[in-house]
Every structure is written in structure tokens, then in C-alpha cells.
């Protein structure tokens, strides 16, 4: 039976797994975190020519991602895999896969063959560049779709060339926005009692989550430049050196950049006329930066993110990932949880950063084993030992 979750807001969901990579666990991640009965479905040993390719399965990467899960191996290649398949879409609620779009209409796991099964169903697809059109077939990559999405352009110090994020950004936000389709389309069929089919896509994603930069071409036709660590039309909003490091200030406001002024004692700048609004200061960005730089160079960073906080001027440090999780805001809001894995043992993972007073998120199991939960879930389907030791022979499970 499927483990009983702390999280009972999902629980009457039951999710079919499909992804791979990162995309589309990390649309089944949301799903799972909030307690819906996910099965992932992998190939059997020796079966996948790509198996092993990411570096096994008790890495962080995997381990972080197919948390609360159950497992069973089908090869989807071989009819009988795929009829145990579809005696799954009987009864489940959700479909998720990230293939290249032709390849599920190729293993029958398109939209209509599952919905001719149960009309309920709703698909989840995630692909590089969407089920349709002229690049519908190319292989989609996070950094491809950073690049096409507009996100490199905007990114990295003015005239150093495009800069990649530092996170897979488009892969993480098209799993983001497929599990927010889903929950739409499960809302939905609750009048309808229809199912549909939630597609995103890398691209996309990228353009979406490049918001107001995309806006600001379409709309005043400008295309955005670079602006490195500073805001493209606020200041003083950017990075700045103290006596021991960098760290962020976010004073665009008037009455922010006067009370920064007064923390450093520069009342010249304070009353300038010309700094008395925003654009203003944009026109002597280089200089003002350079005359806080000068300023933040007498102490640390710590004092001055005390002293301007204090201050109601927002900032704060720089931080690397062990400071991210040694800072007492992240400890208390409990952004890293512990679970158990049978082979590494207690392991911190990264939490659900959306809080639900009544039905929280939570990580209940560890990533199952390969196949773990194929016994326990072909027999509340049905089957019989002897069939199920014939697939494991025929590597059909």
C-alpha cells in the first residue's frame, strides 16, 4: 500500500511517472511532496542503452528529485509492459512524461490512446520546444532553451558575452509550470469530469520566466542589454564591496537611497538635487556606485547589513550554498528536511518552498530502489506470481 503521507492535500491523486532528467521530476516532485500516490515507472535492468548515464541513483541530483515515490520497472517497448501501463491509467488520475513529443504517439502514450482508456486522465508533456511546429523534434537542454529564451542575453557583466545561470532554470521552471497546469486541469475536471492535456515546454518556460525583460521589447520595443549585477533602469540596486566581500543593496526608492546616504555620512549626496529621483541617479549610476563603493570599503559586510537594515535600506550578503544553509532565517524556515535512504542513510534534500498551514508539504521516503514496489503493485492489479516471475524473465518488468 502506498505509504501514508503527512501531506493529505494530494492524497487522492494517483500520478504515473514517466520523466527523467529534471523537468518532469520536478513537476512530480510538487505532486509527491503534497501526498499524491505517485508510481514512477523505470526500464528494467540493462534494458535502458542510457542507464546509469547521470551517474547512478544514489547521487544528490536524483536523490533530491524522486523522494516520495513508489517504483516498478516496465520496458514500455514490449506490448505487455504497456498493457500493465494502461491497466495503471484505469485508475490513475495523472500521466507526466518529458519524451521528445514523437515518441510517446510511437509507444501509444499519446493524449488520445490514454484518454480512450480513461477520459479522466490528464496528460502532463514537457518538451524542449512544444509538441508542435518547426522545432518540435530537436533535443531540448536546459542551456539551449536559456540561450533561445532570451535569458543569456540579459545576463552577465555589459560586453562580456552571454552568461549562462548558475541553476538548470528553464528545466526547473517548465516543471514548475507543468505541475501548476496540472493542479488547473485537476480543478477543472472536478465541473467537467474531463481530463485534458497540460503541455510546456523548455523555451517557452524561458521566455515566460524573462517576464518583464521579454515585456520590455514588446511593449517599448527596446531590446534589454545587459546590465551585470546592477537593475536595468533602478539605482542604486545592485552589488557593492565591502572591506571583506560583496554583497546585494536594493535602495531605489528616494526615501531608501536618503537613508542610505545618512548611514554613510553622505549628506552631499543625500541632498543632491539631481538625486531626487530615480532617473536622475540612472544618469550618474558609474559615479554614484563608485562614491558608495568607496564608502562600504570601511567596514564589513555584516556591519553593513546591519546598519542599513536597521535602517529600513534592504540589503543583504552574498552568500555561498553552505552560508545559504547556515543562515538562521533558512534554519528557520526549514528549507533543508532529513529523510532516510536505505544505502547513504539520513540525507538532507531540499523542501517545498510553499507553506500550506493545514496540509503541509513533506519528504516521507527516500528515492526507492529500482523496481522496489513491482511485486506490491502488479498484485493490487491483479496479476498473478507466476505471470509477473515470467516478465522479470522476459524483461518485460
Request: aromatic content about 8%; charged content about 20%.
Amino acid at each position: 500500500m502506498p505509504s501514508s503521507p503527512t501531506s493529505f492535500a494530494l492524497a487522492r491523486f494517483k500520478v504515473l511517472d514517466l520523466t527523467r532528467v529534471r523537468s518532469g521530476p520536478t513537476c512530480v516532485r510538487v505532486l509527491a511532496d503534497f501526498g499524491a500516490d505517485v508510481i514512477r515507472i523505470e526500464s528494467p535492468p540493462g534494458v535502458d542503452p542510457n542507464e546509469g548515464a547521470l551517474g547512478g541513483r544514489e547521487t544528490y541530483d536524483m536523490l533530491n528529485l524522486h523522494r516520495n515515490k513508489r517504483a516498478i520497472t516496465l520496458n514500455l517497448k514490449e506490448p505487455e509492459a504497456r498493457e500493465i501501463f494502461y491497466r495503471l491509467v484505469q485508475t490513475a488520475d495523472v500521466v507526466v512524461e518529458n519524451f521528445r513529443p514523437d515518441v510517446k504517439f510511437r509507444l501509444g502514450l499519446d493524449y488520445d490512446s490514454l484518454a480512450a482508456i480513461n477520459p479522466r486522465i490528464i496528460l502532463a508533456s514537457i518538451s524542449g520546444f512544444g509538441e508542435d511546429g518547426p522545432y518540435r523534434k530537436r533535443p531540448g537542454f536546459d542551456q539551449i532553451a536559456q540561450g533561445m529564451g532570451g535569458m543569456m542575453s540579459v545576463t552577465g557583466l555589459p560586453g562580456q558575452g552571454p552568461v549562462r545561470a548558475g541553476i538548470a532554470i528553464a528545466d526547473s521552471s517548465a516543471g514548475n509550470f507543468a505541475a501548476m497546469g496540472v493542479m488547473v486541469a485537476l480543478l477543472e475536471r472536478e465541473t467537467s469530469g474531463r481530463g485534458q492535456w497540460v503541455q510546456t515546454n523548455l523555451l517557452q518556460s524561458m521566455i515566460g520566466l524573462c517576464d518583464f525583460q521579454a515585456a520590455r521589447y514588446l511593449i517599448d520595443g527596446e531590446v534589454p542589454p545587459q546590465a551585470g549585477n546592477d537593475h536595468p533602469f533602478a539605482t542604486p540596486m545592485g552589488t557593492f564591496q565591502s572591506s571583506n566581500g560583496h554583497f546585494n543593496i536594493g535602495a531605489s526608492g528616494t526615501t531608501q537611497f536618503r537613508a542610505l546616504c545618512a548611514v554613510l555620512g553622505r549628506l552631499d549626496l543625500r541632498d543632491e538635487p539631481r538625486y531626487q529621483t530615480n532617473p536622475g541617479r540612472l544618469k550618474d549610476r558609474s559615479y554614484l556606485n563608485a562614491e558608495l563603493n568607496r564608502a562600504f570599503a570601511q567596514h564589513t559586510t555584516q556591519h553593513w547589513v546591519d546598519c542599513l537594515n536597521e535602517a529600513g535600506v534592504p540589503c543583504g550578503p552574498i552568500y555561498n550554498m553552505q552560508e545559504v544553509f547556515d543562515d538562521p532565517q533558512v534554519q528557520h524556515l526549514k528549507a533543508a528536511v532529513t529523510v532516510h535512504n536505505a544505502k547513504r542513510g539520513d540525507i538532507r534534500v531540499v523542501a517545498q518552498p510553499i507553506t500550506l498551514t493545514r496540509t503541509p508539504a513533506s519528504v516521507r521516503s527516500s528515492q526507492p530502489q529500482l523496481g522496489e514496489h513491482n511485486h506490491e503493485v502488479l498484485t493490487s492489479l491483479g496479476y498473478t506470481e507466476s505471470q509477473i516471475a515470467t516478465w522479470q524473465e522476459k524483461k518485460v518488468i
